[in-house]
């Protein structure tokens, strides 16, 4: 069977891109999505984390150890266990989504974002024609949102079901948060709260959030809900992922994978020499 026929579940019901997307379903549930961040390299972190009971991990070519290879091995292993794979990368240059996106990611996020054009660029970047300029030739993206979705299915149905983030974490999109909320296609603005802080003036300290900051958040939520999208942060901790929860973010992060080890090993020794 050519690798371009149309897919079908084992019963007969018609498979799509979007079914296979657990991210992008919850989205469209109106439910909270809780996540895990990878940046050691390695599918056996990858499925660690995706065993774990997330619905999403991102995996980060950005600060992360993660180089193509690494990437490549860690999509379909996520992907694998019924969990959505996020890649973060590094800039916005259009071959960069697409490397990501040929992967068979369920999304794309994009850090440090200053301007509504960049995110217009990006949209076009991640966005078959006539919607955009992406370019399509990948055999690997389909089989990451179930094994019966064709390459022609996928051609068809990722503009519609497949994510594209960006990161609110400069002054500048600050500023124009609710003009590149209205960006069509631009489909959740995700928080970067360090960095944002850093950008800002008021960069989270030992003591916690700044009020500023804490403003700031409030604002971008507020800028994504009036567009009628979704809105993301990466947390401090446990307790303060379950905060952002109860706040209303739609995607929130809640563990890393070697802030997660280290912590666990603390534990374990802390017990052990008590």
């Avoid at 296979?20 to 056996?44: E, S, V």
């Avoid at 991102?58 to 959505?84: F, K, Q, T, W, Y």
Wanted: charged share 20%; aromatic share 6%; hydrophobic share 45%.
């Amino acid at each position: 069977m050519s690798y371009i026929a149309a897919g079908a579940t084992s019963g007969g019901a018609q498979a799509t891109v979007r079914d296979g997307n657990k991210l992008k379903a919850l989205f469209d549930a109106n439910k909270p999505a809780l996540g895990g961040w990878q940046m050691i390299p390695g599918a056996t972190i990858s499925r660690l984390l995706a065993q774990s009971g997330v619905d999403w991990v991102v995996v980060d070519c950005e600060h992360g150890s993660m180089d193509d290879r690494a990437m490549h091995e860690a999509v379909p292993a996520i992907a694998a266990l019924g969990v959505s794979p996020v890649v973060r990368i590094p800039g916005m240059e259009p071959w960069m989504v697409k490397r990501a996106l040929d992967t068979g990611a369920h999304g794309v996020l994009v850090p440090l974002l200053r301007t509504v054009q960049e995110a217009k660029d990006l949209v076009q970047a991640s966005k078959f024609p006539p919607w955009g300029k992406r370019g399509f030739g990948s055999p690997y993206s389909a089989k990451q949102f179930g094994r019966t979705i064709s390459s022609s299915d996928y051609l068809e149905q990722a503009n519609e079901s497949v994510l594209t983030m960006v990161q609110i974490e400069t002054k500048e999109a600050l500023e124009a948060v609710d003009e590149i909320a209205a960006v069509e296609g631009i489909d959740v603005l995700f928080v970067g709260p360090f960095d944002l802080g850093n950008n800002i003036g008021h960069r989270i300290t030992m003591e916690g959030i700044p009020t500023q900051l804490e403003e700031a958040l409030v604002k971008i939520q507020a800028a994504a809900k009036k567009a009628g999208k979704k809105s993301g942060i990466y947390t401090l901790d446990p307790s303060h992922a379950k905060l952002c929860q109860q706040q209303g973010f739609d995607m929130v992060h809640v563990v890393t994978d070697y802030m997660g080890i280290e912590e666990i090993a603390k534990q374990s020794l802390a017990v052990a020499r008590s």
